[in-house]
């Protein structure tokens, strides 16, 4: 059974920095695809950044320069590093995992971002 799970999210003030993990209970590199999606009260969930290899990523606009997307096969993880955090970055943070024509989910994790 694939299983996702989140962890790292939290209160932070603007300018801040969080680091989201996400732990995967089979090998990550047997994902195609792996990535991290958000979604705010009343809005719909959206792509931040996904992971296909160490040279293939892709960044949401809103994001680029300040988060980065990472993995670690050693430890069946796959980490977004948040910097200069802003307002509207507070949402629940999902990580996601395209595998063997499936699509996996996490269960999420709250980011707060606010004075």
């Known amino acids: 059974q694939v299983q996702l799970v989140e962890s790292g999210g939290g209160l932070v003030q603007p300018g801040g920095s969080l680091r989201l993990s996400c732990a995967a209970s089979v090998m990550i590199f047997s994902f195609n695809r792996m990535g991290w999606y958000r979604q705010a009260p009343g809005k719909e969930r959206e792509l931040v950044a996904d992971i296909i290899s160490a040279d293939s990523t892709n960044y949401a606009d809103s994001v680029k320069g300040r988060f980065t997307i990472s993995r670690n096969g050693a430890a069946n993880s796959v980490y977004l590093q948040m910097n200069s955090l802003k307002p509207e970055d507070t949402a629940v943070y999902y990580c996601?995992?395209?595998?063997?024509?499936?699509?996996?989910w996490g269960q999420g994790t709250q980011v707060t971002v606010s004075a």
């Open positions: 996601n995992g395209e595998r063997r024509g499936a699509n996996y």
